[in-house]
């Protein structure tokens, strides 16, 4: 029901910054919470940031807070990830995911929907 599709991701120095989107699909947006979560070669998709329905709550991996900030338009049923003072260890492909209606966790299994992901690889 819901398509997200992922896109800003590419080539960065380290201290760089990039501004991922996703656009979202269909009429719910707005009634859902959204996330990032980025895998790395070898390793298991985390989570990144989360941003609430009416995007006055978020919430950020200890990782990348004060780094990275999530922002949303419902108007234009998309979430923005920006990302400034990059790492080496931010590398990674970086999905967008909708939460499930009336869903309050940010567990992997709480996002119902998932884009194709993003490359984001940034060197030193």
């Known amino acids: 029901q819901v398509q997200l599709v992922e896109s800003g991701g590419g080539l960065v120095q380290a201290g760089g910054s990039l501004r991922l989107s996703c656009a979202a699909s269909?009429?719910?947006?707005?009634?859902?919470?959204m996330g990032w979560f980025r895998q790395a070669p070898g390793k298991e998709r985390d989570f990144v940031a989360h941003i609430t329905r009416s995007g006055e709550i978020t919430y950020y991996a200890d990782s990348v807070k004060g780094r990275f900030t999530i922002s949303r338009d419902n108007a234009k049923s998309t979430v923005y990830l920006q990302m400034n003072s990059l790492k080496p260890e931010d590398t990674a492909v970086y999905f967008c995911?909708?939460?499930?209606?009336?869903?309050?966790?940010?567990?992997?299994?709480?996002?119902?929907?998932w884009g194709q992901g993003t490359q984001v690889t940034v060197s030193s």
């Open positions: 269909g009429r719910t947006f707005s009634s859902r919470g």
């Open positions: 995911a909708a939460r499930g209606l009336g869903t309050t966790t940010r567990f992997r299994h709480d996002y119902d929907y």
